[in-house]
């Protein structure tokens, strides 16, 4: 484990932009999924992704889990 732990703050409405930012895609991979990887890439451990509250959290959790990072509900 890395002194340096990694956060993604995935856990807001995108009320403006009308879909989930975290699930817009780069390169062929999802934003969560990138930053997630980045981080390890970096060296960061553990990784953290807050996450909302609700489906979209549950779906944006089960996607960060799968690239690696812990995802912790903002409530």
Same mark, same amino acid.
């Given at each position: 484990?890395?002194?340096?732990?990694g956060i993604? $703050?995935?856990g807001g409405r995108s009320a403006r932009m009308g879909e989930p930012k975290p699930l817009l895609r780069v390169g062929? %991979? %999802?934003f969560l999924e990138r930053a997630?990887?980045?981080?390890?890439d970096g060296g960061c451990a553990p990784i953290?992704?807050?996450?909302?509250p609700g489906e979209r959290g549950k779906r $944006?959790?089960?996607?960060?889990e799968r690239?690696?990072?812990r995802a912790i509900?903002?409530?």
């Open positions: 484990m890395s002194d340096i732990a993604v $703050l995935a062929g %991979t %999802t997630v990887r980045v981080l390890a953290v992704a807050v996450v909302p $944006l959790a089960s996607l960060a690239a690696g990072a509900p903002n409530p």
